[in-house]
């Protein structure tokens, strides 16, 4: 219901906020959606001269029309327009440079404009007149501002164009007191960096050069003896020394990989031209990265206000500039700020004294009968405390319509008329004004500059630095407070809700360090709260993405190492778990407890680990094994969660932890130890066999007979294979083939697979009868000594198949 009721009161406010909001408050687009029409023919001024007139001055206007429209434009007129009468208030100054040429009742000369008729086409113009043919003149001795405007006629008389502008007229006999006006210098950029090693463009490289938005500001104040009050952004000040002090990474939102870039020098010339600027000025920090401190009191995070002003992060400016800041000014977003903003920004600022910023435009005017100055007082919680208010229109005049030359042009006139107009309103009044030009200020080159000189050169102005003008006495004003319509134009909550979520896992990653902290997350989340989020959400919430996933890769870094998958064997009831720690940072040490949890208690029992062996504390690139006590009920697969913990926080986890799977088996020691027995017989009988083999082919081969197993035998030489068709003396002639003794091979007297004739044993091949034990219809022995059990009921076929294999080594012999 709340935002309901605040839409509805915003689609009522939204007239007076366009025109009441601080500059830079409101959208360009509701901010112009007063703009008159585009006309078919653009006036750009390129000469306005003298910028202060007299009695007897000579006035030149020039400038250059194109036509914009898609047609041709016959019969183009220009003409002067201005007004013999001065301006009476700024009430009224502001209507004639929002208003048309056509409401200044005088007209001036004329002359054609024949070079424009073709679509796009451009010409130069020049009027030249004088004060005394305009009739200016400056009544009771006080400034006089002229509203002077040029405009363009078609064939029909029909206006087709026009610009207004103002000359200032100043008297020889000058009976008034000059302005005391003092300038805020922002030096304030938008962030560039997501985390503390990577930039995400390098657009500061441009805006420091000397073309740049950065260089000219500090070259314009350099170049002048206008005093000034710098207000400087320590955040700025730390991107370009990083930059200057060696290589720096440069990766765009969404890149796979980062541009290195060499140490810059455009950085380091940039640090040095500012040392230079500022060292005879005063200045003040805002806290760093500027952060939307208006967003921070709503959604209660007064914690990032704090680390924002902690000397750590504010000291950077001290640094680089070689000396403290030595003004306190508190300078809210826009110079608008509520009583809960207000009384951070004392609490954290103003302590020991000095004033608030804020704009003229939060604040009444005095009451009837005196004119506004730059100096009040504001209650807080806190106390009474000081407020300078810089004048909302002069602000806005300097900082919108400025980029551009021929913008630029008509900012300076309208500058020095409407300070003339602050003199000339209350003449016997002392006057104060305070100018600070918005944060990201980016005026055209030498506008801000002129200004300054300006400042110090026009008659009715007095340039002082801005603790004079604090001094003087504060001027009752009624605070407005800081409105709801507002809030729209702040970071939203879903931004600041995300913020708030990095901010915790970075404080997770930074409860694991230890000794020096080298890792920090702390100036990259103030980065991301900076109130120049406000304009570019769509780049807000590519930031956020980038250090959130910058964050998660870092912690990754401190891990648990498993294997692919994920697996761990465990033979027997009762066993260790191996778990492998590892930090793989490369300048940081962090120190984690180990802890390991079963899925099912019933199945898998693991032990604690000792208090000290369950704290592992890493140094950079070093791993830590840890051995954990279990004891599983039987043979499966049991679940085992394995976490890092925070050392002494109450069980709070550092990372996601990983889940390994047990896999325990019925072997334990016992069955291992008969197993191995086993396996040990079996290797010592193999042994056994293979020397009784070795001495038998020995034998053979030195042709005593012998087996091997006894002594040597006068039988007949045998055929080399046990059973029944080995011929000796009186055996039985062969059923196979009669008529052959022993049976065999016909015509060779041999039997089958009996190879060669007798006489030495060929390599490899067994000779002689079988051995002792081994059954006359078993087996062959298979080549390398090892026996090959037989299986029942293929005693015949292995026998067949190894008379085979006799018979192809006995030709292999032949």
């Known amino acids: 219901m709340r935002r309901v009721k605040r839409a509805v009161a915003l689609a009522a406010l939204l007239?007076?906020?366009?025109?009441?909001a601080p500059p830079g408050l409101v959208p360009q687009a509701t901010a112009s959606a007063h703009a008159e029409k585009r006309s078919q023919v653009g006036l750009a001024l390129t000469k306005v001269g003298p910028k202060t007139v007299h009695a007897n001055s000579k006035i030149q206007i020039s400038g250059v029309a194109k036509n914009r429209s898609d047609d041709r434009l016959d019969g183009l007129t220009m003409r002067l327009r201005y007004s013999a009468q001065p301006v009476v208030s700024r009430g009224q100054l502001d209507q004639y440079a929002s208003g048309r040429p056509q409401q200044m009742p005088n007209i001036g000369p004329q002359q054609r404009l024949t070079d424009i008729v073709a679509p796009g086409a451009t010409q130069n113009w020049t009027f030249k007149t004088s004060t005394k043919a305009l009739r200016l003149r400056a009544p009771g001795g006080t400034p006089g501002v002229y509203p002077v405007g040029v405009e363009v006629l078609n064939s029909a008389q029909q206006v087709v164009g026009g610009l207004t502008t103002f000359v200032t007229f100043m008297p020889k006999d000058r009976r008034f007191k000059p302005v005391a006006i003092s300038w805020v210098w922002p030096l304030i950029d938008r962030m560039h960096r997501t985390n503390d090693r990577t930039f995400f463009d390098d657009q500061l490289t441009e805006d420091m050069s000397p073309d740049g938005r950065l260089g000219r500001l500090v070259e314009a104040a350099a170049a002048s003896d206008t005093p000034v009050t710098w207000g400087i952004d320590p955040a700025l000040l730390d991107d370009a020394q990083r930059m200057a002090s060696g290589e720096y990474t440069v990766k765009p939102f969404g890149a796979k990989k980062g541009t290195q870039k060499e140490k810059s020098t455009v950085a380091a010339t940039w640090l040095t031209s500012l040392k230079?600027?500022?060292?005879?000025?005063?200045?003040?920090?805002?806290?760093?990265?500027?952060?939307?401190v208006v967003a921070l009191v709503r959604h209660k995070m007064p914690h990032d206000i704090g680390v924002a002003f902690d000397d750590r992060n504010t000291g950077v400016a001290t640094k680089v500039l070689d000396r403290a800041a030595d003004s306190h000014v508190a300078w809210p977003p826009y110079g608008a700020a509520g009583p809960g903003t207000l009384e951070q920004l004392a609490e954290h600022e103003l302590k020991g004294g000095g004033t608030f910023l804020m704009?003229?435009?939060?604040?009444?005017?005095?009451?009837?009968?005196?004119?506004?100055n730059a100096t009040t007082t504001i209650q807080t919680r806190a106390g009474k405390k000081n407020a300078l208010l810089y004048d909302a229109k002069l602000n806005q005049i300097v900082s919108e319509g400025s980029d551009s030359a021929t913008g630029a042009l008509l900012t300076e006139q309208r500058f020095l008329a409407e300070t003339a107009m602050i003199a000339a309103e209350a003449p016997n009044l002392q006057r104060t004004v305070v100018v600070a030009p918005d944060r990201h200020w980016d005026p055209a080159p030498g506008l801000a500059e002129n200004l300054l000189d300006y400042t110090a050169d026009a008659d009715w102005l007095r340039d002082m630095p801005l603790s004079r003008i604090e001094s003087a006495d504060p001027q009752p004003r009624v605070f407005n407070g800081y409105p709801d319509a507002y809030e729209r134009y702040e970071l939203t909550d879903a931004h600041l809700e995300q913020v708030r979520a990095i901010t915790r896992r970075a404080g997770t990653f930074q409860s694991v360090m230890t000794g020096r902290v080298n890792i920090s997350y702390e100036r990259a989340l103030l980065r991301l709260e900076s109130v120049a989020w406000r304009a570019m959400p769509g780049r807000a919430k590519r930031a956020r993405n980038e250090l959130a996933d910058q964050l998660e890769a870092d912690m990754d870094q401190v891990r648990i190492v498993t294997t692919k998958n994920k697996r761990v064997l465990?033979?027997?009831?009762?066993?260790?778990?191996p778990v492998l720690v590892e930090n793989t940072l490369s300048n940081q040490s962090v120190k984690v407890r180990l802890v390991a949890t079963p899925e099912n208690t019933a199945k898998l029992q693991l032990g604690k680990l000792d208090p000290e062996e369950a704290?592992?504390?890493?140094r950079p690139g070093e791993r830590a094994q840890r051995w954990i006590p279990a004891q599983a009920a039987g043979n499966g697969n049991f679940r085992v969660q394995l976490d890092l913990m925070i050392p002494g926080s109450g069980g709070r986890t550092f990372g996601s932890g990983e889940t390994i799977t047990v896999v325990t088996t019925g072997y334990g020691r016992i069955a291992l130890l008969i197993t191995g027995g086993g396996l040990a017989v079996l290797f010592v009988g193999v042994g056994v066999r293979a020397i009784r083999a070795r001495r038998r082919r020995n034998s053979e081969a030195a042709g005593d007979g012998s087996t091997g197993t006894g002594p040597a035998g006068t039988a007949e030489q045998g055929n080399g294979f046990p059973g029944t068709s080995f011929a000796g003396p009186g055996a039985p002639a062969s059923t196979e083939f009669p008529g052959t003794p022993g049976a065999g091979l016909p015509g060779t007297g041999r039997p089958p697979g009996a190879g060669a004739p007798p006489g030495p044993a060929a390599p490899g091949s067994i000779a002689g009868p079988a051995a002792p034990g081994v059954s006359g219809t078993g087996a062959a022995e298979p080549r390398g000594g090892v026996p090959e059990p037989a299986a029942d009921g293929n005693s015949a076929g292995r026998g067949k198949r190894s008379a085979g294999n006799g018979e192809r080594r006995g030709r292999d012999g032949d």
């Not at 230079?276 to 939307?292: L, N, R, S």
């Not at 465990?570 to 778990?577: A, E, F």
């Not at 704290?615 to 890493?618: D, F």
Request: charge should be negative; glycine fraction near 10%.
């Open 276 to 292: 230079e600027a500022v060292k005879d000025d005063p200045y003040f920090t805002v806290p760093y990265g500027d952060p939307d």
């Open 15 to 20: 007239p007076c906020i366009a025109l009441s």
């Open 359 to 372: 704009n003229s435009s939060q604040f009444q005017n005095p009451p009837q009968g005196s004119l506004p």
């Open 615 to 618: 704290v592992i504390e890493l």
């Open 570 to 577: 465990m033979g027997g009831s009762t066993g260790k778990l």
